[in-house]
């Protein structure tokens, strides 16, 4: 049962409302949402430097008004080539209209050349349906660019099952590879079509999950199964896969919840990291901007540290340990070698109070936090986030798993230098299965309420910890 999140919760420092993600981690819809005014703006611009040899301030001011105006841009990539000049053309008279009366009312369209407007007005269109066709051009590079497709299984072979199925397969460019479905019904195995194979029973979803390397889970379940599905979400916790619901039905704890689609399909998220689309680009700059920053300033003191730990006691100057990083995959951190030992093994124990492993330059480090200094070039590599959960042990992630429901949830996000747990008390040491379970309520509620605010948050009460906290060991 998960333990109420001690006063103050993320939430209270986060956006009151969500607002949608801008692609869905697609950046095709990303370019999409930019593209077309982008063109409106850059055609202008143009114009202006063709006829006039220069853009004067007020087409700039003009240029802001049409951005705001037709920000952001629709989604056209899945239409005909028909449709979507039909689209552009029409969008773009409601657009020119407004902006005309605009200008012939306020006096402004004055200072304008005629030539610039006049030929604007046709080639602002024309631009935006290049724009299209050239992103169309390069759309098979930029889905290359995002990696390998996202594996998926639809459980439930139903009417809105079969329905989002299809939509998957004929859409041209989702990052989507539907693997097949999951359902108990014999006549659902029977009749269904070769390009929908079912993989097997949902007595047999979390062992498919994991063999057939799962990232998105559909649920296409119907309202009166609640308790199946409820069971099926307990099972599914143990696992890093996106869930998403294709009814429409309330559950709770829901881990950054939104209603979503997919191939027009609607869909209910579940359970999704919250860094998506722009929040995902945002949050990786922030990281690398940071994280330079960081390593440029500390640079003097990384290298004292460093002849500090090589004179005081035979060993490696750099610790190197497997921790479990974004969606379960091991990764390697790095840290100054606080110990006699250099543990990596099945079992790990943690440090304790006096324990005899840590030396006495190390146990200034832990105290300080200043061991884990190194780890700012794992976030630059991409293994880790400034701020987030903290990486567990390989060991101690294969034992925590089986104790505690809802343990790899937290590695939805890369995890961090710092987190949200860390600043409420759970750094250093977690001796009971208790204490530990407090920890991943607090990784689980900076999933739920994660905002730039609470990251900036989490970093002022971390340099505080770091004067004054004696926690760690």
């Not at 070769?194 to 979803?205: A, C, F, I, P, R």
């Not at 379960?328 to 006699?340: A, D, H, L, V």
């Not at 995890?415 to 750094?427: D, E, H, L, S």
Request: with cysteine; aromatic share 8%.
């Amino acid at each position: 049962m998960n333990r109420t999140i001690a006063s103050p919760s993320a939430a209270s420092f986060s956006r009151g409302s969500q607002p949608a993600s801008l692609g869905k981690d697609n950046l095709l819809r990303i370019f999409e949402l930019t593209l077309g005014p982008s063109a409106l703006i850059l055609s202008l611009w143009g114009l202006a430097f063709y006829f006039e040899a220069e853009v004067h301030s007020a087409y700039v001011i003009l240029s802001i008004l049409v951005f705001a105006l037709t920000f952001p841009g629709q989604a056209r990539l899945q239409a005909s080539l028909f449709s979507g000049f039909v689209s552009i053309a029409l969008s773009w008279l409601w657009v020119a209209g407004l902006l005309l009366i605009i200008g012939f009312a306020s006096g402004n369209i004055h200072q304008f050349s005629k030539s610039v407007i006049y030929t604007w007005l046709w080639l602002a269109p024309l631009s935006e349906f290049g724009a299209c066709l050239l992103l169309r051009a390069v759309a098979p590079v930029l889905l290359k660019l995002q990696g390998p497709l996202q594996r998926a299984i639809i459980v439930g072979m139903n009417e809105q099952g079969l329905a989002l199925a299809c939509r998957i397969t004929d859409a041209s460019y989702a990052r989507i590879e539907l693997v097949g479905f999951v359902d108990d019904r014999q006549t659902a195995r029977q009749a269904s079509p070769v390009t929908h194979k079912v993989l097997g029973t949902q007595e047999q979803l979390l062992g498919l999950v994991r063999s057939e390397r799962i990232q998105i889970i559909y649920l296409s379940l119907p309202m009166a199964s609640q308790p199946r599905i409820l069971h099926i979400l307990d099972e599914l916790k143990d696992t890093t896969a996106s869930i998403y619901f294709v009814p429409d039905m309330f559950v709770t704890d829901l881990i950054q919840a939104h209603p979503d689609s997919v191939c027009g399909m609607p869909v209910i998220s579940v359970c999704e990291t919250p860094f998506k689309g722009a929040d995902g680009v945002f949050k990786r700059l922030s990281d690398i901007v940071l994280s330079v920053l960081i390593l440029i300033l500390i640079t003097p003191l990384l290298i004292l540290i460093a002849l500090a730990v090589k004179i005081g006691s035979p060993g490696p100057i750099i610790f190197k340990q497997r921790r479990c990083g974004l969606d379960g995959q091991e990764i390697i951190i790095y840290k100054f070698r606080s110990m006699t030992v250099t543990e990596d093994g099945e079992n790990i124990e943690q440090a304790t109070p006096n324990d005899a492993r840590i030396t006495r330059l190390g146990a200034l480090l832990r105290r300080t936090s200043c061991d884990e200094l190194p780890q700012f070039i794992n976030v630059l590599q991409g293994r880790m986030s400034i701020v987030g959960p903290r990486p567990h042990a390989v060991a101690h992630n294969e034992l925590y798993r089986k104790l505690i429901k809802g343990y790899m949830v937290r590695h939805k996000v890369k995890p961090g230098i710092t987190g949200w747990a860390q600043v409420n008390g759970y750094r250093g040491e977690t001796r009971t299965l208790d204490k530990m379970q407090s920890r991943i309520d607090f990784d689980l509620d900076y999933l739920r309420n994660w905002s730039v605010r609470l990251d900036l948050y989490i970093i002022y009460k971390t340099i505080g910890l770091v004067i004054k906290d004696q926690m760690a060991y």
